[in-house]
């Protein structure tokens, strides 16, 4: 059977708990690898170069953008933020799924390259309760809390342009049926060439 990995894009607007659900299933799932994103910002207090991010120079990031070494990349806020090609195709020629938790432009650009790609978006329940975890997370003030909804609302409205939408109002049931999509893509008969001729 054909044994390459998938690559699985995740995205959601801010506050919709992608970063949980991404957490517990790259817990209950040890197939899946997360890609690392490349920077040109500097490390922030306990980062790790190669965890948190592939901190790069300006320079390095501009070679490797000009090799097509990377699969996607934004420049915003002076800093330029990618996700390395080589590490991902690597792991998905040795049988890895590899995830890319990315927002809605770079999961553009990689549907774009890579249409063999699964991509996910992770839909909070309604925006009120997405505004209510904004507010509860006490890290912005009032205008900021605005400006993210207004920015939700934009990405929520692309979510058509992905393969499946996932609700996240329990953690444990989001979690549940993104290994469910995982599982039934391994099975669609384009990815059983080997066996089925």
């Known amino acids: 059977m054909n044994k390459k990995g998938l690559l699985l894009i995740l995205s959601g607007p801010s506050g919709c708990g992608k970063g949980t659900v991404l957490k517990e299933l790259l817990a209950a799932e040890p197939n899946i690898f997360y890609s690392v994103s490349a920077t040109t910002r500097a490390p922030r207090p306990g980062e790790e170069d190669?965890?948190?991010?592939?901190?790069?120079?300006?320079?390095?990031?501009?070679?490797?953008?000009?090799?097509?070494?990377?699969?996607?990349?934004?420049?915003?806020?002076?800093?330029?933020?990618?996700?390395?090609?080589k590490p991902v195709f690597d792991r998905l020629e040795r049988g890895e799924h590899v995830i890319l938790e990315i927002e809605v432009q770079?999961?553009?650009?990689?549907?774009e390259s890579c249409t063999e790609a699964v991509s996910i978006f992770i839909m909070p329940p309604s925006l009120a309760e997405l505004e209510r975890r904004l507010v509860?997370?006490?890290?912005?003030?009032?205008?900021?809390?605005?400006?993210r909804l207004a920015a939700a609302v934009d990405e929520m409205n692309l979510a058509k342009d992905y393969d499946y939408v996932v609700v996240n109002d329990k953690v444990s049931e989001a979690v549940k049926d993104i290994a469910a999509i995982i599982r039934a893509e391994q099975?669609?008969?384009?990815?059983?060439?080997?066996?089925?001729?």
């Open 187 to 197: 099975n669609r008969s384009c990815r059983m060439s080997e066996l089925i001729g």
């Open 106 to 111: 770079g999961a553009k650009q990689v549907m």
């Open 50 to 85: 190669g965890v948190n991010y592939f901190f790069l120079s300006k320079e390095e990031f501009d070679r490797e953008v000009s090799q097509d070494g990377m699969l996607e990349y934004a420049c915003y806020c002076g800093n330029c933020y990618g996700t390395p090609k």
């Open 136 to 147: 509860d997370r006490q890290t912005e003030d009032e205008e900021a809390v605005k400006r």
